[in-house]
């Protein structure tokens, strides 16, 4: 039985990640960090608050695609290559030796379990970020050095 057949299709597609969706949660990410930073000024105040919409427009987000696979990319930024059947997107590479370059990503709509967007203020970014897979054999091997670290004595 096929994913249309079976009703488990993709909740992500084209629309989501170009549409009005995929901004929300955006939007949704940045107001929820500063209504966390401005705990004590109402909603209904929070416009005319000028820490609060200067905060507000400071705030950077950082969007964590997960696989089903177990596989996960930070998308740094959409990429229009005139194709709306797969998600091309530059990743934000982890590992410091491939900060050189850029990687271009083009994955299944069907592939995507989970999209997570992190809001946080520059000033206040966490020590920890989140642990992105994409670059690695399988997720299994964030468990030891890669061979290539033990070639070169790391």
């Known amino acids: 039985m096929d994913e249309a ?10 629309d989501w990640f170009t549409g009005a969706a995929f901004e929300r ?19 209904g105040e929070q416009a005319p608050h000028e820490p609060f ?23 740094k930024e959409m990429v229009d290559v005139g ?5 091309t997107f530059e990743c934000e590479p982890v590992d410091e030796h ?6 271009v990503v083009s994955l299944a709509y069907e592939e995507i379990v989970r999209v997570e967007v992190f809001a946080v203020h520059p ?6 970020m989140p642990v992105i897979t994409g670059f690695r054999g399988s997720p299994a091997d964030l468990a030891g050095p890669s061979s290539r ?3 070169r004595g790391d």
Do not use: H
């Open 25 to 43: 949660q955006k939007q949704q990410a940045r107001l929820r960090c500063a209504r966390k930073k401005f705990p004590d000024q109402p909603p």
């Open 5 to 14: 057949a079976s009703g488990m299709g993709s909740m992500f597609n084209y």
């Open 53 to 75: 919409q200067t905060f507000l427009s400071e705030l950077e987000v950082r969007t964590l695609i997960y696989l089903r696979d177990g596989f996960s990319y930070e998308l």
């Open 83 to 87: 194709l709306t059947g797969w998600l």
């Open 98 to 103: 491939y900060k050189v370059g850029a990687f």
């Open 149 to 151: 670290d033990d070639a």
């Open 123 to 128: 000033k206040e970014k966490p020590e920890d």
